[in-house]
């Protein structure tokens, strides 16, 4: 795994966006090699947690964690209204106030994206993931 050699050096070292993108990148990798090992060919998992609830009218999702798109991705407690259509999972995008930026041409930038992970369901969803039948779990004795 691609580390940023830091580790010799007792004095400033300037760290700028493509150091921080090479950190990113190498940590991403090493995720999706861990995965691919731990999972084979499948792309979508319930990592952890993550239990579905059926009631009357809807599902509700327990906290835990999922892999998809190459990610993993934290899954906080909701609940979903049942509808018609493929059940799948799905990015949801916030951004944390702290990290808002303004960028030296005086431009506004929100640096900080909060990255979570819903149930949705859709008649026409964007990519299939999973079915409201199948769902791959990860069981670790």
């Known amino acids: 795994m691609d580390i ?3 580790d010799t050096l007792n004095k400033g ?11 990113i990148d190498a940590d991403r990798d090493g995720f999706l090699c861990l995965a691919k ?10 990592l952890y947690g993550c239990e579905i609830t059926d009631q009357t009218t809807e599902y509700s999702i327990a906290v ?11 899954v906080p407690a909701h609940t979903l209204v049942k509808g018609a259509g493929t059940y799948y999972w799905t990015e949801d995008i916030t951004y944390a106030p702290e990290g808002d930026k303004t960028l030296k041409d005086e431009t506004a930038y929100s640096a900080h994206e909060v990255r979570r992970a819903k149930l949705a369901v859709s008649e026409t969803p964007p ?12 069981n670790i004795y």
């Open 37 to 46: 090992t731990l999972l084979g060919n499948v792309e979508h998992a319930i």
């Open 13 to 23: 070292f300037p760290i700028n966006l493509f150091d921080l993108r090479f950190v």
């Open 127 to 138: 990519v299939l993931l999973i079915s409201s039948t199948l769902i791959f779990r990860v």
């Open 64 to 74: 835990g964690y999922v892999f998809f798109n190459s990610e993993i991705f934290y």
């Open 4 to 6: 940023l050699k830091t």
